[in-house]
Each structure stands twice: as structure tokens, then as C-alpha cells.
């Protein structure tokens, strides 16, 4: 039922219309200050990260994000997942875990030794998701987040 493509710049206005619902989900939309040049810079100039889009027939139904991450314990690549979103009307029909076996194939593809991502701590539905598929918390590690004047001020000293 559902089929799962590479994005291409083309598919700028897709991507950024469900980052834009992610965000609402999530109840950040007032963070989202991408714009379709920065996704257009950051994905297909600099390509510090991919997309693959699911789609149910021709309509975009959900994506995900990702990048390579390295591990020095490890001593080879593995994958961050930024994002997974599945549009409400969508869900609980596969797509979601269609989602993330795609980029288990290409993390294996590409040699990765993980795929790790995070997940907000309200929300039980994905947790719940996540385990079922065999994922487990990191509860020995906290994320921690420089950004705007934090990071700038790092950077001067």
C-alpha cells in the first residue's frame, strides 16, 4: 500500500509541509524556521542529511530524516534518525515501521554499526512503538543541546 522514495529538491514543499506537521504534533511549530531554501541548502548542496518520503498512492503520508554519525567505540559509521513522522491518517497501517526498516537496510548497506534516535518522553504511543520493534532507551545517557547565543558565545572563546 505504501511506497518509499528518496526526496529530491523537487520535493522541497513536501518536506517542508511535514516538518511543519511534525512540529505541530510535537507542539513546537513556533521552533520551525526552516524555510524551503535552507532545506534546499542543507539537504541537496551541503547534504548533511537525507529524506525518504512514504507515500500512499501519490499523496506524501509521512518521512524520515537522517544522517551518519560515527562511533569512536564502535570504530565505524552509524545513523541518526531526526525525524519519523506519519500524517494521523495514516498510521497504524505499517508505514511508520516500513519507514524505519528502510533505513535499517541502508544503515546494514552502509556498514553502520546503529541506528539510535530520540524520543520525547510524553509521547507513549511512539515509546511503545519503538520497543515493540526492539528499540531500547539509553537511560545512561542524557542529550544535552548547544543552540543560538549558547552556541555562538562556545564558539568566541
Not at 13 to 23: D, G
Not at 109 to 124: A, D, F, I, K, P
Request: aromatic share 12%.
Amino acid at each position: 500500500m505504501f511506497r518509499i522514495e528518496p526526496a529530491t529538491e523537487r520535493d522541497l514543499p513536501i518536506i517542508l509541509r511535514l516538518v511543519k506537521s511534525l512540529a505541530e504534533y510535537e507542539h513546537l511549530a513556533h521552533a520551525v524556521v526552516a524555510t524551503e531554501a535552507t532545506l534546499r541548502e542543507s539537504l541537496f548542496v551541503r547534504r548533511a542529511a537525507e529524506v525518504v518520503i512514504g507515500y500512499a498512492g501519490d499523496e506524501p503520508a509521512g518521512f524520515a530524516v537522517f544522517f551518519q554519525t560515527f562511533s569512536t567505540f564502535l570504530g565505524i559509521p552509524g545513523m541518526y534518525l531526526e525525524d519519523l513522522f506519519v500524517d494521523p491518517k495514516f498510521r497504524r497501517q505499517g508505514l511508520g515501521e516500513a519507514l524505519l526498516a528502510r533505513l535499517a537496510r541502508i544503515a546494514v548497506e552502509r556498514g553502520c554499526g546503529r541506528l539510535e534516535w530520540s524520543v520525547l518522553r510524553w509521547n507513549e504511543l511512539a515509546i511503545g512503538f519503538y520497543e515493540k520493534l526492539g528499540a531500547r532507551p539509553m537511560d545512561d545517557w542524557v542529550p544535552y543541546r548547544l543552540t543560538g547565543d549558547s552556541l555562538r558565545t562556545l564558539a568566541r572563546r
